[in-house]
């Protein structure tokens, strides 16, 4: 039943129990024309009542078409249109009617059932969605919230990293039938395919790091690239996913520098069991260690204490140099310098006679083989 079929149900029933004096004014209040109202009392039925008998399907097998979409949609499963097609069309062949319903069949059946509606459908993993019950996401609350209490996390340290991707040859989001009560609708997707995977992360008040894209291959290729691209994280593995390595490599590089604090409180960082395994607790605390350490020798080498230079008091008047002083120093530096010609002078005759009488002895050596 529609929100103005109910309308119409209510205002009758206002009449008749006198909450109502005239007709006139349950129209107006029910915002409803008063010859509907009119027309109904005298025993006209609804549209969608009176063609009952030219629908394919009858009323109850339309209810548990609608019934099955809600079903599935609660397992994760939500119906194509497709699908839901050919289910209507195994309820008519049910009923020995072999003619498949027609092209506007979906829009009149979505009129005729409010309760169902066509929504967008994004893909959620296969463990994701069967582990998402009441019960576990219960325990994780509770767990999530002594947690936070216990520590004094603040909002803004309160961090959340997931790995996504695009599989090759899939599209993204397809229009599924689920409850009208949702804006979208999660399916889940076959994880055999080929991924480029991407590593986010966002605090509880809206900051994000820096994402890092993890291409499939041995190595990072250069025409994988564009000529200008983001200041992120960029690796590569054998299958696209994560890595115990590349998870390292993520604490290391993004989460720990891009989230360290000036004083001492704790962080907390919320991600999945798939991801979880490549963040073992021994990779997390080497990570942590390692930045810690280097944070800490920036403190050590800040807090040095410099080598003051030692201040030596001069007096004004001894600043410069008296005559006397200056002649001193010039004699002093005449006599320097006649020192250094003398030597000089020495050098270059004893270099002369070294010259000559090696001269005399290679003519004595002519001689004597003449």
């Keep these: 039943m529609g929100d103005r079929e109910a ?32 027309t109904r009392i005298r025993g006209r039925q609804s549209n969608q009542a009176s063609h009952v008998y030219q629908q394919r399907l009858t009323p109850e097998q339309e209810d548990f078409l609608v019934q099955w979409i809600l079903e599935e949609d609660a397992r994760a499963f939500p119906p194509s249109h497709a699908r839901a097609r050919e289910m209507a069309n195994r309820i008519l062949r049910m009923n020995g009617d072999h ?36 019960v576990q996401i219960s325990a994780f609350l509770e767990l999530f919230e002594r947690t936070r209490t216990r520590l004094g996390i603040r909002a803004e340290d309160i961090w959340n990293m997931d790995e996504t991707g695009k599989a090759l040859g899939v599209c993204a989001n397809t229009r599924v039938l689920a409850s009208s009560q949702k804006k979208k609708a999660y399916h889940q997707s076959p994880e055999n395919r080929e991924w480029a995977s991407v590593i986010e992360c966002v605090s509880a008040t809206g900051k994000k790091l820096r994402c ?126 006649a020192q250094r010609d003398v030597n000089a002078e020495e050098k270059a005759a004893e270099r002369t006679a070294a010259e000559t009488a090696a001269q005399t002895l290679q003519s004595m050596c002519t001689e004597w083989q003449l």
């Design 99 to 134: 003619r498949p319903v027609g092209k506007h069949w979906m829009a009149a059946f979505l009129k005729r059932n409010p309760r169902v509606a066509s929504v967008v459908g994004r893909k959620i993993e296969a463990a994701r969605a069967e582990g998402a019950t009441p």
């Design 7 to 38: 309308a119409i149900q209510a205002a009758i029933s206002d009449i008749d129990a006198g909450v109502f004096l005239s007709q006139r004014a349950a129209a107006k209040a029910y915002n409803i024309p008063q010859s509907t109202i009119s």
């Design 212 to 337: 890092s894209v993890i291409f499939k291959g041995k190595s990072l290729q250069s025409t994988w690239f564009p000529a200008i691209i983001p200041e992120w994280l960029y690796t590569a593995s054998e299958n696209g996913w994560t890595s115990n390595a590349i998870g390292v490599e993520w604490l290391e590089r993004v989460f720990l520098p891009e989230t360290a604090l000036l004083e001492d409180r704790w962080r907390m960082l919320i991600l999945d069991g798939h991801v979880g395994k490549a963040l073992a607790t021994a990779n997390i605390r080497a990570a942590q260690l390692e930045t810690e350490n280097r944070r800490l020798y920036s403190q050590l080498e800040a807090l040095k204490p410099q080598q003051p230079r030692k201040k030596v008091r001069v007096d004004p008047n001894q600043r410069f140099a008296d005559v006397d002083t200056i002649m001193v120093a010039v004699q002093a530096s005449q006599l320097l310098q």
